[in-house]
């Protein structure tokens, strides 16, 4: 069975606990390297989150444990990279120009 | 794990938890306020007692700590059921955000901590703060004259307002000597007011 690598997920959380409080969280379980959270939406009592995990033996069950545990929800799994090392996404022609 | 490690553990749980909930601020404005109606109260009991001159100190005990319980329970059941209805209100308004259930989440832990926290606070301030007052009365065997325990435990309760008005000053960055001395001006009008009724007669 190969190893999770990067997961990329899209979360929807209450402002407290903080992100600062759930990457501290995040980052000290077994196998995980870093955490990034960013908040690219905020609401009145909610914030939308995007969160990067690295590490080299990442696990989903764990993460969505806490996650939930902070009261947000995985709105969806926009990433993942898993195997010996981490490989972006390739450029195809048919991707949107983002120059 | 031992036991210092585990008491610390508690103490960083129960530091989120506040975090979280809030909790500091409301037992705060909890506690003082309460505390206050306890010395308040046990104020015009002890005045009342006073007027009508009892002088046995058991009568006033049992009075006094009647209240002291009254006020107790009052204060806990008062604010676990409005502190419960509040926080349950502002859980559900949350979940209606997230759309998930948040009651076995951290924030419902914390608001079911907060409800209990805020519950002893609300009962116990004013329980203690009433009893502090009563102390003197405890003592009368000592010094066989109920007067000196009506005024040391008029003092004592002029005494408790003042610092708790000097907690609320350090609380709002003020003086707390005038924070204090404000305080102590409700128990001396309280202490006046009892005072006149007497003499009126009523």
Known sequence: ?99 | MSPLLRLGSHVQWLREQGALANIGEIARRYFAMNAFDGVLTIIGVLMGHYSAQVRSSSIVLVTGLSTCVAIGISGLWGAYLTESAERKRDLTELESYTLTDLSQTKIGQASRTAVVIVALVDGLAPFLAALIVLLPFFFTALWEDIAISYYSSLGLALASLFLLGAFLGKVSRENLIISGVKMIGAGLVAILISYLLRITGV
């Open chain 1, 1 to 99: 069975m190969g190893k999770v690598r990067r997961l990329v997920l899209d979360v929807l959380k209450p402002l407290e606990p903080t992100i600062i409080e759930l990457a501290e969280q995040l980052s000290v379980l077994p196998g995980v390297e870093a955490v990034n959270i960013s908040i690219y939406e905020i609401d009145r009592r909610v914030e939308n989150a995007k969160v990067t995990i690295e590490g080299s033996d990442l696990h989903y069950e764990n993460i969505g444990r806490i996650i939930q545990e902070n009261g947000g929800t995985v709105h969806s799994i926009d990433e993942v990279v898993a195997g010996k090392i981490i490989i972006d996404d390739s450029v195809t022609p048919q991707d949107p120009y983002q120059g």
